[in-house]
């Protein structure tokens, strides 16, 4: 069941849906002032998602893939056909897509901006979505009290560790966490609460990390 995870006065609404078998999340961002919509990691269940478009009125902008790993990414085209919608993935993606976005790269969604971090170690195409620098959309790179696995291919720990120790850690604590997974013990957080809590953000070397993430620790 979809649930409305955060609203402001003015402008922002997100959804957070719940999708498939595996635990992945879906997310349908708006722009309640032009009436304009993301949605983040379309997979299954894509008629969940043409009804809350359908029943807010939003018109589907783009769909951001946080990376092309086929979880996240299956109902891209189904979706994109039915609304008009463009793809939008960082620029390794090797899949299908209409916009390709690096590091630092805005995408303006109404009057709402989402910038791209780049967050490679999961795979090599991982992104984060940051939103008003209220919250971020971390897709695979990090969940609640855990990170994504790196044995899948383009996975790399030395990349991961980067991502989580020089960009994810450096943020605002008060940024909520969206993360592509419900595998924590609860569906969000915020980067304070990852970084006190977290076995994941401890603070390491980069070398005991690549232990840590191969079993070795």
Not at 16 to 22: A, L
Not at 33 to 48: F, G, H, N, Q, Y
Not at 170 to 177: A, H, N, Y
Request: proline share 4%; net charge negative; glycine share 8%.
């Amino acid at each position: 069941m979809s649930k409305i995870k955060y609203r402001d006065g003015s402008k922002i609404e997100v959804m957070q849906i719940p999708v498939g078998t595996m635990a992945n999340f879906t997310y349908v961002i708006a722009d309640r002032e032009t009436r304009k919509a993301c949605i983040i990691d379309p997979s299954w269940d894509l008629e969940k998602l043409l009804e809350i478009l359908k029943k807010n009125g939003w018109d589907l902008e783009c769909i951001i893939n946080t990376h092309t790993h086929f979880d996240h990414i299956l109902g891209n085209e189904q979706l994109a056909a039915v609304t008009g919608a463009k793809i939008i993935q960082h620029e390794n993606s090797n899949q299908p897509g209409d916009k390709f976005v690096k590091d630092g790269d805005i995408v303006y969604l109404g009057n709402i901006s989402l910038k791209i971090l780049y967050t490679p170690g999961h795979s090599n195409d991982s992104v984060c979505v940051l939103v008003e620098d209220r919250f971020i959309f971390t897709g695979d790179t990090i969940f609640v009290g855990n990170c994504g696995r790196v044995d899948l291919p383009g996975g790399d720990s030395r990349k991961l560790y980067n991502s989580l120790f020089n960009v994810i850690s450096k943020l605002d604590g008060s940024l909520i966490v969206y993360p592509g997974h419900d595998y924590g013990k609860s569906p969000t957080s915020t980067i304070k609460e990852q970084k006190e809590t977290s076995p994941i953000l401890i603070p390491r070397t980069e070398a005991d990390f690549v232990k840590f993430m191969s079993g070795d620790d």
